[in-house]
């Protein structure tokens, strides 16, 4: 009886610490963002909301330039690369996508 008790009770524990014993792969996630690219699906964004879309596909620092006006211009960084990008303010698609020197 106690035999199989200790059995069970060792099944039991292999059966939970399997999971944590398998390493889970990591996985690159990367993000592209090109002209024509809808952030918005389709509606109309404000200049904060516009910038938390960018943020969102993986750019840091950014920066509002000009809020005025039917294009949004933003600058950012990525990697170790800046970018320059217009989102028009009226659909949310990426109308201008540059690299730009440091």
């Known amino acids: 009886m106690r035999t199989n008790t200790a059995i069970a009770l ?17 996985h690159a996630v990367t993000i592209n963002i090109n002209i024509g690219t809808n952030l918005n699906r389709g509606r109309p964004i404000t200049c904060r909301e516009g910038e938390w879309r960018i943020r969102d596909r993986g750019f840091r620092d950014v920066r509002r330039i000009d809020c005025r006006g039917r294009f949004f211009v933003y600058r950012a960084w990525r990697g170790i690369q800046r970018f ?17 020197r440091r």
């Open 10 to 26: 060792g099944y039991v524990f292999c059966l939970l610490a399997a999971p944590l014993a398998v390493p889970t792969p990591a």
């Open 84 to 100: 320059e990008i217009s989102l028009d303010s009226r659909n949310g698609r990426v109308a201008d996508f540059r690299r730009i």
